[in-house]
């Protein structure tokens, strides 16, 4: 009997060794197979060359990804910041004053707002956002927009991620020990002093995490972000400019260049930055949770 615990606990542990290598694995094969997909493009360009330019005209054989890079990192800033507030505050709310029949009733609401097509949200952009960027908003500041725009993008990008962020925020705060909130209001401290210096700060590694896996999430999102965003290859000079992520371009030109070489190798190279800068960005974010963690232990 012992023995055969001992074989199904080795077993157990192979074999979830095995899954978590192989994922690992997967990574490093997708970064190896867009490497040599990119290597016609490197080769006939300096790396330099094509992060530091912004002139995208493939037919004359000159690959600038700096609008891009620029343009993804924007919409996903801009998306972010317009995000986080709303999902965590409303996140507040619901867990430390709402009541349990309030709660039930939103919690379904924002699974269903999580689960809706990104295109979706890219029709309704369409339909209703950029027309009130176009005809009210954009006026009052600049001469003319057409509303496709870094702020149609992030706008929709935000509302796509704000229901991800509050079913995290929502089981983070849940997690919470009762007795934290109690000792808190027992020594005299309002509900409000509460939620932000005990929930909110014992929560904060995890409030890290959940804005990391956003903007992880925001980052790739193609779909609505295409429809909105304008797709025109320069550099966002404001909020009311067209932008270009790196998704869109993927999406909208692979597949039509392939008879072109260098066309779908510079496709490839973005799917490669793309791939670099999430890992980059998740790295990073990882070093500073930890650190995070360690100071508030």
């Known amino acids: 009997m012992k023995l055969s615990r001992r074989i199904k606990d080795l077993t157990a542990t192979r074999l979830m060794m095995l899954t978590t290598m192989s ?13 040599v997909k990119s290597e016609q493009i490197l080769s006939g360009h300096s ?15 000159e690959f600038g990804f700096l609008a891009f890079i620029a343009g993804t990192l924007a919409v ?12 965590l505050m409303a996140s507040i709310w619901l867990s430390e004053y709402a009541n349990s ?18 295109v979706v949200y890219g029709v309704w952009g369409t339909l209703t956002l950029v ?6 908003l954009a006026p009052c500041f600049v001469d003319f927009s057409t509303g496709y725009s870094l702020l149609a993008g992030g706008i929709v990008l935000a509302i796509m991620v704000i229901p991800l962020m509050m079913g995290l925020f929502g089981e983070l705060f849940a997690s919470i020990p009762r007795d934290l909130r109690e000792a808190s209001l027992a020594l005299g401290a309002t509900r409000w002093e509460t939620a932000r210096r005990v929930v909110v700060r014992k929560a904060l590694p995890g409030i890290v995490a959940t804005v990391v896996l956003a903007i992880s999430r925001a980052f ?3 779909i609505a972000v295409m429809m909105v965003c304008g797709n025109v290859a320069d550099m966002p000079g404001s909020l009311f400019n067209p932008v270009y992520p790196l998704p869109a371009l993927i999406a909208n030109n692979y597949g039509e260049m392939m ?12 799917a490669l930055i793309l791939f670099v800068i999430i890992i980059a960005f998740n790295v990073i974010s990882h070093a500073i949770l930890h650190r995070l963690k360690q100071r508030i232990a």
């Open 259 to 270: 008879s072109l070489p260098d066309y779908e190798s510079a496709l490839m190279l973005a």
């Open 47 to 61: 790396l330099w060359s094509l992060l530091g330019s912004s002139v995208w005209k493939p037919m004359k054989g």
């Open 101 to 118: 029949r309030i709660r039930s009733l939103f919690a379904p609401v924002i699974d269903l707002l999580a689960g809706i097509p990104p």
């Open 131 to 136: 027309p009130l960027i176009s005809e009210t």
């Open 76 to 87: 996903t800033a801009l998306a972010i910041v317009l995000a986080l507030p709303p999902a």
């Open 23 to 35: 994922a690992f694995a997967l990574m490093i094969i997708i970064g190896v197979v867009l490497a």
């Open 220 to 222: 790739g999102e193609t």
